[in-house]
């Protein structure tokens, strides 16, 4: 007896000591909790030149979460881009797998021979900077349904425009994306979302999911988080939306980081400035995506295509599920005298109003005039790099904000938005864009954004 506890206690000690020195040893893998994201905190300053921090990782302890909770993360091996994902980049990028029915039921229609449409929502990177029509990951990841479902016709539409957020997103949402009754959306704003305007971000990224769920074709909604090279992303505020209503997340943020931080590539092998993939950046991406993807087609025999998420409560809120866009050509009352429509698609975005001063005089010039119905009122404007200038929006005869459209020395022109005011109620409101005189101006007014 005594032999037999001394052969115990030494076991004990034994143990003790291994646990002791876990450190000094490599694991064959890591443990993390599937709600653990890598995310560095969102900001609006883009020059940041801090380098990114690996991935946190949490190692197994006997108070682990269950079972179904924890994902395992393969230890780090040598990524090669030329060689294709590491499984450790296949298991970060999927930072939610999330309730995959709706993608079921898109891959078994085009199994059997009836026609996809995918969509894909974003700004630059999903629009192809960097890479152009024919090698994005939007045109890459389409390529990866026609060979997978040859008997399908895949109808591809990319609705990226570059610097446009989830806010601008939210209402041209029905205009880009839903009117044509897409099977599934790829979603990617993280990059445009910043937290100069935190709230607004969240609560219209909330409703985009919303818009796209309830919308007539019932699509599968697949969101993506990207990155920019000092880790900026907003997709910790996106995880939290797309973790609430159980919606797939491809994190390229935490893919891409954790190999960078690991010293397998550098930031310029994927990318040719601070945001944009550049054609290998998109060609990881795609296989990122794919991966996900493939691994659906595989389970696809035991999803409940029945089973899908539920969005019946909104995350954040529902003031934008009723988003809508005043535009040239829109049937509401807009008076525009002095103003011209110019078709000429501007920032990508569409036709648009502007008045120009040789001498910036705009005195007896009429305001640009709506009369809407709105609960809600925004403004989609023209920020020029060239004869910007300053102008009121006024609401029932109050200026409530004035906006510098002067965007001199930057990158390019482009649709800018502001929030204007918010009403108790929906109700009959006049909104009229009034110029300053300014030294040579121009304004342009892409479109008036309400809820009711």
Not at 309 to 316: E, G, H, K, R
Not at 323 to 352: H, M, R, Y
Request: charged share 20%; net charge negative; aromatic share 8%.
């Amino acid at each position: 007896m005594k032999n037999k506890l001394t052969l115990i206690l030494l076991t004990a000690a034994l143990l003790i000591s291994a646990a002791s020195c876990g450190g000094n040893t490599s694991p064959s893998a890591t443990t993390v909790s599937d709600t653990t994201t890598a995310a560095a905190p969102a900001a609006s300053d883009s020059s940041a030149d801090t380098a990114p921090a690996a991935p946190e990782t949490t190692a197994p302890t006997e108070t682990a979460a269950p079972a179904e909770s924890v994902k395992t993360i393969p230890e780090d091996s040598e990524y090669v881009i030329e060689n294709g994902i590491t499984e450790r980049m296949k298991a970060l990028s999927v930072l939610n797998e999330g309730n995959r029915a709706r993608l079921a039921k898109a891959m078994k229609k085009a199994l059997n021979g009836e026609p996809l449409t995918v969509a894909y929502f974003g700004g630059s990177i999903t629009q192809g900077s960097s890479a152009g029509n024919d090698l994005c990951y939007a045109r890459l990841t389409t390529d990866w349904f026609e060979k997978t479902f040859p008997n399908s016709k895949i109808t591809y539409v990319n609705a990226g425009i570059g610097a446009t957020g989830s806010y601008i997103g939210v209402y041209r949402a029905d205009r880009d994306v839903t009117c044509k009754n897409p099977d599934i959306v790829f979603v990617d704003f993280s990059v445009n979302d910043t937290t100069e305007h935190t709230q607004r971000n969240i609560a219209s990224y909330d409703g985009v999911m919303r818009k796209l769920w309830f919308s007539e074709s019932s699509p599968a909604i697949v969101t993506i988080a990207m990155t920019m090279e000092n880790g900026t992303s907003f997709q910790q505020y996106h995880s939290e939306i797309a973790e609430a209503y159980d919606i797939p997340m491809i994190s390229y943020h935490d893919a891409i980081l954790d190999v960078i931080a690991n010293g397998h590539i550098v930031w310029d092998d994927i990318s040719d400035d601070d945001i944009h993939p550049n054609i290998p950046g998109h060609a990881v991406l795609t296989e990122m995506i794919t991966s996900y993807l493939q691994g659906v087609l595989d389970d696809l025999d035991s999803i409940d295509t029945e089973a899908e998420s539920d969005l019946s409560v909104p995350f954040n809120s529902d003031k934008y599920s009723t988003a809508t866009l005043v535009v040239p050509g829109s049937p509401e009352n807009t008076v525009c005298k002095g103003w011209d429509i110019k078709q000429e698609n501007f920032g990508n975005f569409g036709d648009c109003w502007r008045i120009m001063s040789k001498d910036g005089n705009f005195d007896g010039i009429e305001p640009l005039t709506f009369e809407v119905e709105a609960k809600s009122i925004g403004v989609f404007y023209g920020k020029m790099t060239a004869k910007g200038g300053t102008f009121d929006v006024v609401v029932d005869g109050n200026i409530e904000k004035t906006i510098n459209s002067d965007f001199k020395g930057g990158w390019g022109s482009y649709v800018e938005a502001e929030e204007i005011i918010d009403f108790d109620e929906c109700g009959r409101h006049t909104v009229e864009i009034v110029p300053h005189t300014g030294e040579k101006s121009v304004f342009t007014i892409s479109a008036l954004a309400l809820t009711k």
